[in-house]
């Protein structure tokens, strides 16, 4: 079983009575469904809440989106709870941590910079972020309602990508939790059908050009492909590469202006672990799925320098 949250994190949410709840910028959708459920749950207590995130939000979010802001007016008294990010750095708000105290609930590993903070709740072994704010919401005797147990459910079924990534050693308490949702009324069938919107035309040509752009590196073992489009394609992409024939490891080059995302996923059993090869980026994630991202003035260049360390790691 996970670890709960020990009492001295639980007693600075309880001694508060305003929070500012914010994840890493881009928000997916654990990071959303983060925020709304531990919005709902503090909501509960009587405390005040401001959920902030940068827009536009991903469309297969958007439906999230109800109080979301991308500012607020806050006391200094507001404590910031940290989302599915351990460091301040990785949201759209780093100034707002200068002025105010914060906690962190996070599931990542090798990222987390929480020197700063009052407190931290990670545990990397979990599979979403939204299964730690559960534990917390239970810690905290909260009562678990409908619209609350859908947002955890929906960040979990996002970060385990519809359960496919869950490890042998997740599985116990993961099932638990998915049975706990959907005996508060979540429904997966309707969330599945929430994340999984259509295609639009400009996401169906971005994964033709992403496709076209795929280098097989070491007989297969190692898939890389680039994408400098304006859409999210890597839902998409990461089913397709995952399943080519021999692979161990895929790797995706998104441009953001003169940012890299570098997206690390790995085949389960095929003994690559993510976490470690994005450490070496400076990233970090989980063993099947992790990142990294890093400023280049040349995409191009700085994605072939990526490639041949890769290579060398596999």
Same mark, same amino acid.
């Given at each position: ?15 508060r009575d305003e929070f500012i709840l914010i ?28 959920m902030l995130a940068d827009f536009p939000l ?44 914060? @906690?962190? *609930?996070?599931?990542?590993? +090798?990222? &987390? !910079?929480?020197?700063? #903070? ?6 990397? /072994? ?72 259509? @295609?639009? *035309?400009?996401?169906?040509? +971005?994964? &033709? !050009?992403?496709?076209? #752009? ?6 297969? /073992? ?25 692979v161990r490891l895929v790797c995706l080059f ?61």
């Amino acid at each position: 079983m996970f670890p709960r949250p020990d009492e001295d994190f639980l007693n600075i949410i309880r001694n508060r009575d305003e929070f500012i709840l914010i994840a890493h910028r881009k928000c997916d959708g654990d990071a959303l469904s983060s925020i709304r459920a531990m919005g709902n749950i503090l909501k509960k207590s009587g405390k005040k809440v401001s959920m902030l995130a940068d827009f536009p939000l991903e469309r297969n979010i958007k439906w999230m989106a109800e109080g979301i802001e991308e500012n607020c007016e806050c006391s200094s008294d507001a404590l910031i709870i940290l989302l599915d990010a351990g460091d301040m750095e990785r949201t759209a708000f780093p100034s707002l941590f200068s002025s105010h105290d914060y @906690i962190v *609930i996070d599931h990542h590993r +090798s990222t &987390a !910079k929480t020197a700063g #903070s009052l407190s931290s709740y990670i545990v990397p /072994e979990s599979p979403s972020c939204t299964l730690l704010v559960n534990k917390v919401r239970s810690a905290l005797n909260i009562p678990l309602d409908k619209e609350t147990a859908a947002f955890l459910l929906a960040g979990f079924m996002t970060d385990t990508g519809f359960f496919h990534f869950i490890s042998e050693e997740q599985a116990e308490e993961s099932m638990a939790f998915a049975l706990e949702m959907t005996r508060a009324g979540a429904e997966i069938y309707s969330l599945y059908d929430r994340l999984k919107t259509s @295609i639009t *035309i400009a996401e169906t040509e +971005s994964l &033709a !050009k992403a496709l076209s #752009s795929i280098r097989i590196i070491k007989g297969g /073992e190692i898939i890389t492909a680039r994408d400098e489009s304006e859409v999210n394609i890597s839902y998409l992409l990461y089913p397709i590469l995952l399943s080519i024939e021999n692979v161990r490891l895929v790797c995706l080059f998104k441009k953001r202006g003169n940012t890299i995302e570098l997206g690390l996923r790995a085949v389960k059993g095929k003994n690559v672990d993510c976490a470690q090869i994005a450490a070496a980026f400076f990233g970090g994630g989980h063993t099947l799925a992790s990142g990294a991202r890093f400023e280049t003035e040349d995409f191009s260049k700085t994605a072939n320098e990526c490639e041949r360390k890769l290579e060398k790691m596999i």
